[in-house]
């Protein structure tokens, strides 16, 4: 059996990946792919992994995850998402670093299945705009409280990306950028899930239809069905140009009134996040889904 696990990034995607494949769990399931409700494994997991704090599950904690998790009795792949599986929103700027605990507690997950071949998926975001979305998250009252005297210019996607990629070596890590996700969406799916290519999954378009307008959607979905024959990178560039004229502005900018969070900050740390991003795309290792 193979375990995937989403861990993150927190303000990525808001779990929309996740609830798209829990409308389509009854198809997957005849592919061995189980994808259970979150309620039914967090708990338990995050339970487990504080009592073994690193240490591999014996066959029994594993049994016991497996009847919390699912009904079926055998999966060919186990699909959990928790954009806390390796730190709290709370904690994620500890110690001055993008998730200071992801090598240990990516390594923790890895141990709740000792001998089975696991995954990691990971969505990334500009921190111009992850640091504001993580305080909203956060129940710090001030902004200048919650950054506590941290300097943005120096947080990096890749440090956290190397510190999972050394805790686990054996196991496939896979990054993308939220940016991004409108027009991979499809792909993301595909990938994480792990299904038969020639199977559609119904939900597809639900992403897209909360940053595009009903007219834009109604026509991008009529020039797809009349051109069925259209591949992964066609299909990327027609969404990307119904995008450019259908989206829907507030949906897809974001205005960032905070202290200190200036034009020329935004800026920089816009440029720093591209330079990390193409550092995360050449590393040994990863696997990157672009555009």
């Not at 240490?55 to 016991?64: D, I, L």
């Not at 709740?112 to 129940?139: H, M, Q, V, W, Y």
């Not at 992964?232 to 990307?240: F, N, S």
């Not at 004229?245 to 900018?253: D, F, G, L, S, T």
Request: glycine share 6%; net charge negative; aromatic share 8%.
């Amino acid at each position: 059996m193979e375990l995937v696990y989403h861990i993150g990034a927190h303000c990525t995607d808001d779990d929309r990946l996740l609830k798209c494949l829990l409308k389509n769990r009854g198809l997957l399931a005849k592919e061995g792919i189980v994808v259970p409700g979150p309620s039914r494994y967090r708990p338990v997991l995050r339970e487990i992994m504080i009592a073994l704090r690193g240490r591999p599950a014996t066959a029994e904690m594993q049994q016991v995850i497996l009847d919390a998790t699912m009904d079926e009795d055998t999966a060919e792949r186990l699909i959990l998402f928790n954009q806390s599986f390796i730190c709290v929103p709370q904690k994620v700027l500890d110690q001055h670093l993008l998730y200071p605990a992801a090598g240990e507690k990516s390594a923790w997950l890895a141990q709740l299945f000792p001998d089975n071949p696991c995954e990691f998926f990971l969505g990334l975001r500009n921190p111009a705009t992850f640091i504001p979305a993580l305080f909203a998250k956060s129940k710090e009252p001030s902004f200048e409280g919650f950054i506590a005297g941290i300097d943005p210019r120096v947080l990096t996607w890749s440090d956290m990306v190397r510190r999972i990629r050394n805790a686990n070596p054996q196991a496939r890590l896979t990054v993308w950028c939220n940016e991004d996700t409108p027009l991979i969406w499809s792909e993301l799916l595909q990938e994480i899930s792990g299904h038969a290519p020639d199977t559609t999954l119904r939900g597809t378009f639900d992403f897209l239809s909360t940053i595009m307008t009903p007219e834009g959607m109604t026509r991008m979905r009529a020039y797809l069905d009349s051109h069925p024959e259209t591949d992964g990178a066609q299909r990327q560039r027609i969404v990307a140009a119904f995008l450019d004229k259908y989206a829907i502005p507030e949906e897809i900018e974001e205005e960032l009134d905070l202290p200190g969070w200036t034009a020329e900050l935004v800026d920089t740390l816009t440029e720093r996040y591209a330079e990390d991003i193409f550092q995360i795309a050449n590393m040994p290792g990863v696997h990157f889904i672009a555009p």
